[in-house]
């Protein structure tokens, strides 16, 4: 019901301008006004980076393409996966130039991916035409204005593997000023089966910071909980570094790396992790989070 009511006030705001929209949609979403000083939780933090913009100063940060030189700045580039081209239309791909295995993506945008592990099956018109269909995209989420400040583009790059799946378990690092403050583990990903979640610390504890019962009222995104622990990463002391060396210069980022067990990739920088709304994190969680973001903003 409460997702009911959200989804009808949403349709209801889209009247007004932006920031009286996102104010009034966050207090309906979260039922109680933002808080600016001491927040109670990192939704907090995140509301006043959105309505103030000071988001948007960093959006370079959140374009999969020019992030990479960020990377490279902090001597990382060995992390980079190998770039196999930029392209501003899908027609100019040359598939044949192409590895056996490849992923294709946008970098304005989140889910905007092709993984390809097989290039003889691949329908190329179908790839070419989502390809330029997603380049006129806009960003879905209205609040995440910093994702329209991205030129969009199509980039190339190896495809990564780790023997877990077709797609490598990604490791996401929530970290503040070079501090990983926990570690978000999504295994399964591209399969029919909902994916596989945890959140650890840095000992590779279960915090147990997912609610479930809000993922499971919520039924367009599947999750369920890992049985045990998620795999231990090979190279979990080289990723923490690799974390909080990337995360030095500010107040809140999340890291995506890979590890194939031999090398660490690098996968992504995100600002505003399910919009700054983590809804299906627990209320320890939030506060936690909050705390240790707090620490540094005072």
Same mark, same amino acid.
């Given at each position: 019901?409460?997702?009911?009511?959200?989804?009808?006030?949403?349709?209801?705001?889209?009247?007004?301008?932006?920031?009286? &929209?996102?104010?009034?949609? $966050?207090?309906?979403?979260?039922?109680?006004?933002? /808080?600016?000083?001491?927040? /109670?939780?990192?939704?907090?933090?995140?509301?006043?980076?959105?309505?103030?913009?000071?988001?948007?100063?960093?959006?370079?940060?959140?374009?999969?393409?020019?992030?990479?030189?960020?990377?490279?700045?902090?001597?990382?580039?060995?992390? =980079?996966?190998?770039? =196999?081209?930029? $392209?501003?239309?899908?027609?100019?791909?040359?598939?044949?130039?192409?590895? @056996?295995?490849?992923?294709?993506?946008?970098?304005?945008?989140?889910?905007?991916?092709?993984?390809?592990?097989?290039?003889?099956?691949?329908?190329?018109?179908?790839?070419?035409?989502?390809?330029?269909?997603?380049?006129?995209? @806009?960003?879905?989420?209205?609040?995440?204005?910093?994702?329209?400040?991205?030129?969009?583009?199509?980039? *190339?790059?190896?495809?990564?593997?780790?023997?877990? *799946?077709?797609?490598?378990?990604?490791?996401?690092?929530?970290?503040?000023?070079?501090?990983?403050?926990?570690?978000?583990?999504?295994?399964? /990903?591209?399969?029919?089966?909902?994916?596989?979640?945890?959140?650890?610390?840095?000992? $590779?504890?279960?915090?147990?910071?997912?609610?479930?019962?809000?993922?499971?009222?919520?039924?367009?995104?599947?999750?369920?909980?890992?049985? *045990? =622990?998620? &795999? &231990?990463?090979?190279?979990?002391?080289? =990723?923490?570094?690799?974390?909080?060396?990337?995360?030095?210069?500010?107040?809140?980022?999340?890291?995506?790396?890979?590890?194939?067990?031999?090398?660490?990739?690098?996968?992504?920088?995100?600002?505003?992790?399910?919009? *700054?709304?983590?809804?299906?994190?627990?209320?320890?969680?939030?506060?936690?989070?909050?705390?240790?973001?707090?620490?540094?903003?005072?």
């Amino acid at each position: 019901m409460h997702f009911m009511i959200i989804k009808f006030g949403r349709t209801f705001l889209s009247l007004f301008p932006f920031k009286i &929209r996102y104010l009034m949609e $966050w207090i309906l979403v979260n039922r109680r006004l933002p /808080r600016k000083k001491n927040p /109670r939780s990192i939704k907090d933090y995140f509301f006043w980076e959105i309505f103030l913009g000071k988001i948007n100063d960093k959006y370079v940060y959140a374009d999969k393409l020019r992030c990479r030189d960020l990377v490279a700045q902090k001597g990382l580039a060995n992390i =980079l996966p190998k770039l =196999l081209g930029v $392209w501003h239309d899908a027609e100019h791909i040359n598939f044949e130039e192409l590895p @056996e295995k490849f992923v294709l993506k946008c970098n304005h945008g989140c889910g905007l991916n092709i993984l390809c592990n097989d290039k003889k099956t691949i329908d190329k018109e179908m790839v070419v035409s989502k390809l330029n269909s997603w380049l006129h995209l @806009e960003h879905p989420i209205y609040y995440e204005t910093h994702m329209k400040k991205i030129e969009p583009v199509i980039i *190339g790059e190896e495809f990564i593997e780790d023997g877990t *799946g077709f797609s490598p378990t990604d490791y996401k690092f929530h970290c503040t000023r070079g501090e990983v403050i926990c570690i978000q583990v999504v295994g399964q /990903r591209h399969s029919n089966e909902p994916c596989d979640i945890a959140i650890m610390d840095i000992d $590779w504890n279960n915090l147990e910071f997912v609610d479930f019962d809000i993922v499971n009222a919520q039924k367009e995104i599947e999750f369920k909980p890992y049985k *045990g =622990l998620p &795999r &231990r990463p090979k190279n979990l002391k080289s =990723l923490i570094e690799y974390a909080r060396k990337l995360s030095e210069e500010l107040n809140y980022i999340r890291i995506d790396l890979y590890d194939n067990g031999s090398s660490v990739f690098f996968g992504e920088y995100t600002l505003t992790p399910l919009g *700054g709304n983590f809804w299906y994190f627990s209320k320890e969680a939030l506060s936690f989070l909050g705390a240790k973001v707090d620490l540094v903003t005072k």
